[in-house]
C-alpha cells in the first residue's frame, strides 16, 4: 500500500468516527508512522492542525444535522464531543457566526469544511537536495524551552526563544563558553518529543573542557540524518520555514525513510562574505521493506 492509499484510509478513519473521541494513535498506525509524525505531517500538507481538522468537520456536520433533523441542540453537541450546549454554543458561533438554533432559520449563512482526501500534484517545482550521513555520538549544551508543536506555533515560539535568548545575554554566553567569536554561529536542537510539545535548545557541542556553569548537557546518540540546506542567505534565516514545510509535506511523503525517535537539528553556518546556511538534520530509519 502506497503513502495515498495510508494517507486517505487515515482520513476515512477520522471521517467514520466523527462523533468518538479521536484515537490519535490509530490514526497514526493507519497511516503507518508514529503519532508524531503524523500530526506534523499533515499540518505542514493541510496547513491546519488535524485536532482544528476534526473539530471544523464536527461542527460542519453539526450544522447539517441542525438543518436537516429536528435534534436538539444538546443531543447535536453531545454527539460532536461538546460537554455543554454552552460550550457547543460558543465554538458553533465562533466557526459560523450564528448560534446553533439559528443555523435552522431560512436564508441563514453556515459555513462548510469539506472532507480531506490526499492527490499527487505534478509541478515543476524546485528540486530538493539531501543527503544521507551517520552521525557518531556527540554531546551539546545550552538553554532549553518547551514548544507547542500543534500548527504554525513552533514557527512563532521559536523565533520568539532566540529573540529572548539574543537580547538577554544568553547567545552572548553560549559563544563564550563555546570558544565563538561574537558573530560566531550556534545550532538549535529539537528532541523530547512528548505528546503535543517538544523541547528545544539553543546551543553548541560541548567543550572538551566540559560542561560550561550555567547551562544544560544534552546527549546526541549515534543517528543517520537526512541533512537539507537552505541555501546561501545574507541573514542566515530566510528559507528555513519552507525547508521544513517542504521536507513534510514533500519529501517525507514519497521517500523510503521515517523519522525516528531523535533530536533533530537546525545547524547555522557562517559561509564567508557575510553569508550563511543552514540546514536541517532530520533522523530517519529505512521503512520496514525499503
Avoid at 39 to 65: C, D, K
Avoid at 191 to 203: A, D, H, L, R, V
Avoid at 271 to 289: D, L, S
Wanted: aromatic share 14%; charged share 20%; proline share 5%.
Amino acid at each position: 500500500m502506497d503513502w495515498l492509499d495510508r494517507m486517505n484510509n487515515a482520513m476515512e478513519y477520522v471521517e467514520t468516527h466523527l462523533s468518538e473521541a479521536t484515537d490519535y494513535d490509530q490514526v497514526a498506525r493507519i497511516s503507518c508512522c508514529s503519532t508524531y509524525h503524523f500530526q506534523r505531517m499533515f499540518s505542514f500538507i493541510t496547513n491546519v492542525p488535524l485536532s482544528e481538522y476534526i473539530r471544523r468537520r464536527r461542527l460542519t456536520l453539526a450544522a447539517f444535522e441542525l438543518q436537516q433533523s429536528g435534534a436538539k441542540v444538546i443531543d447535536i453537541a453531545l454527539k460532536y464531543g461538546y460537554e455543554s450546549p454552552e460550550a457547543f454554543s460558543r465554538a458553533f458561533k465562533k466557526m459560523h457566526g450564528v448560534m446553533p438554533k439559528s443555523a435552522r432559520d431560512k436564508g441563514v449563512s453556515l459555513k462548510a469544511y469539506p472532507r480531506l482526501s490526499f492527490h499527487i500534484s505534478i509541478r515543476g517545482d524546485v528540486e530538493m537536495n539531501y543527503k544521507i550521513e551517520e552521525k557518531q555520538a556527540f554531546e551539546m549544551f545550552g538553554i532549553s524551552t518547551v514548544v507547542n508543536a500543534d500548527g504554525q506555533n513552533p514557527f512563532i515560539e521559536i523565533p520568539a526563544f532566540w529573540t529572548k535568548c539574543i537580547s538577554d545575554g544568553t547567545v552572548d554566553r553560549i559563544r563564550t563558553a563555546a570558544g565563538l567569536g561574537e558573530n560566531g554561529q550556534i545550532h538549535g536542537i529539537l528532541y523530547n518529543k512528548q505528546g503535543e510539545n517538544f523541547s528545544y535548545m539553543i546551543g553548541y557541542i560541548l567543550p572538551q573542557s566540559g560542561l560550561p556553569g550555567g547551562f544544560e548537557k544534552l546527549h546526541i546518540p549515534p543517528q543517520t540524518y537526512a541533512i537539507f540546506s537552505t541555501g546561501l542567505y545574507p541573514d542566515g534565516q530566510s528559507g528555513i520555514h519552507e525547508l521544513w514545510k517542504r521536507i513534510w509535506g514533500e519529501w517525507f511523503p514519497t521517500c523510503n525513510y521515517e523519522l525516528a525517535n531523535a533530536p533533530e537539528f537546525e545547524m547555522t553556518y557562517d559561509r564567508g562574505n557575510n553569508m550563511y546556511e543552514m540546514e536541517v538534520w532530520i533522523p530517519v530509519v529505512k521503512k520496514f521493506g525499503s
